[in-house]
């Protein structure tokens, strides 16, 4: 089956309410990732109704998303309580999106905040063995900062994955269980991602739509049916075939996620 492995079912309301129908028809894994109350008790209800259908799973995950703080909408420690009882009621397969977004003035003043929301969800990964999904942007140094850390988590997905294959490599060699995650950037022939597809090594790739927020060119959302352009321009960085690689996606995603 199609993986992808990391989506915000909530917010694909806004763009097409059939998503969940067309998940399924495309018989789509997914990583779907929540920030709040309201946004996974309804993930989490399409995760329960997936598996009563025997329809293609939903891997649950939430994090305090490091750029709740800047916005100011709600308060991210009262978020952090909620993300705290759903992993102590073992409700979550994976914790986040969390980690630092660095990429304007406005995250940057945040930062103290951000740093202190990512040290107590991954003491959380940690003590309960639950895989973290990692936002980072112009934040790389603090997660090599973290690797001590990082390497006592199960896994670690970098969501849409920025950094070069040298620092992956990097991570990897600290002991990070890591896997790299490629979405429309690669269609859109973004230099430093193409050249990380192609370098990283296979067993480390995942790729993801993070609908609805990585639109291919021409679309104004992201969704499922973007899947197969992503694999196969993955599978062309690569010299793979896509039928080779999605195996190897696969099993990777299972891996990523402890399934």
């Avoid at 915000?8 to 495309?26: F, S, V």
């Avoid at 779907?32 to 995950?61: G, H, M, R």
């Avoid at 991602?193 to 296979?202: E, G, K, Q, Y």
């Avoid at 927020?213 to 049916?225: D, E, K, M, T, V």
Wanted: proline share 5%.
């Amino acid at each position: 089956m199609p993986t992808d492995s990391h989506c915000h079912l909530y917010d694909m309301l806004r763009y097409r309410q059939d998503a969940e129908a067309e998940r399924r028809r495309r018989a789509v894994i997914c990583a779907a990732s929540s920030w709040n109350a309201e946004d996974f008790l309804y993930t989490e209800a399409l995760a329960q109704k997936a598996a009563a259908d025997n329809a293609p799973p939903i891997v649950l995950c939430c994090a305090v998303h490091p750029q709740v703080p800047a916005a100011r909408t709600h308060n991210p420690y009262d978020l952090l309580s909620f993300v705290e009882s759903m992993v102590q009621e073992k409700r979550l397969n994976a914790l986040g999106e969390t980690g630092f977004d660095l990429f304007n003035d406005a995250f940057r003043q945040t930062e103290a905040v951000q740093d202190e929301l990512f040290a107590v969800q991954l003491e959380y990964a940690q003590t309960h063995s639950l895989p973290l999904v990692l936002h980072i942007r112009k934040a790389l140094h603090k997660v090599f900062a973290a690797s001590r850390q990082l390497k006592k988590v199960p896994a670690v997905v970098f969501h849409a994955w920025s950094g070069t294959a040298t620092e992956g490599q990097a991570l990897l060699r600290r002991g990070i269980n890591a896997f790299f995650s490629f979405g429309s950037s690669i269609t859109l022939n973004h230099k430093a991602a193409v050249r990380s597809c192609a370098d990283l090594p296979a067993e480390r790739l995942l790729l993801e739509t993070d609908a609805p927020y990585q639109p291919l060119r021409g679309s104004r959302f992201s969704q499922w049916a973007d899947l197969p352009l992503i694999l196969h321009s993955a599978a062309h960085i690569r010299g793979e075939s896509p039928q080779s690689l999605s195996l190897t996606l696969d099993d990777n995603f299972t891996r990523a996620y402890l399934l």
